[in-house]
């Protein structure tokens, strides 16, 4: 029975984006496989490493993530016995493919065994390399309609 006491739990703290969707869910799975509980808290602070070394502090088991926004766009892994400037793991938000490893990091910590190794770069993309911006979508047809149309000219219709 828990009789009113906090349930240790990694500590998860973080800005909501404006548009309200939660873009973290891999990271929140990483954790979930390693079968320790999250506490999620929404927070008005935008630094990564405020958020991540206050969560890291509220957690009974000294593990805190923060996820900031705007010019800190990062992910923070920090540990209650780090040094505030001096946190575990730092990944920015772009980087999704890491984030899953991430969180499993965090609930290995917890665990007190070997962490994940983040895969190489060249393996992955970022999310905002996965699909070309409008502006390059936009280029590319341009260039394809030019093509087509001189192509046209030189052999004629029909």
Avoid at 39 to 64: C, N, P, Q, T
Avoid at 94 to 106: D, P, S, V
């Amino acid at each position: 029975m828990n009789k009113g006491e906090e349930v240790p739990a990694i500590h998860v703290y973080y800005r909501p984006l404006q548009n309200g969707s939660w873009l973290f869910h891999s990271l929140l799975h990483g954790i979930e496989e390693e079968g320790v509980p999250i506490f999620l808290k929404e927070s008005r602070e935008s630094s990564a490493l405020e958020l991540g070394y206050r969560a890291a502090l509220d957690s009974s088991l000294g593990v805190g993530i923060g996820i900031g926004i705007g010019a800190d766009d990062c992910i923070i892994l920090h540990y209650s016995k780090l040094l505030k400037d001096r946190p575990l793991f730092q990944i920015h938000q772009k980087e999704t493919h890491k984030q899953r490893i991430l969180g499993a990091n965090a609930a290995r910590l917890v665990k007190g065994i070997p962490f994940k190794i983040f895969a190489e770069e060249a393996e992955h993309t970022t999310a905002s390399e996965e699909l070309p911006s409008k502006e390059d979508i936009a280029a590319i047809v341009e260039i394809v309609i030019k093509k087509l149309k001189e192509r046209v000219g030189k052999e004629g219709i029909g």
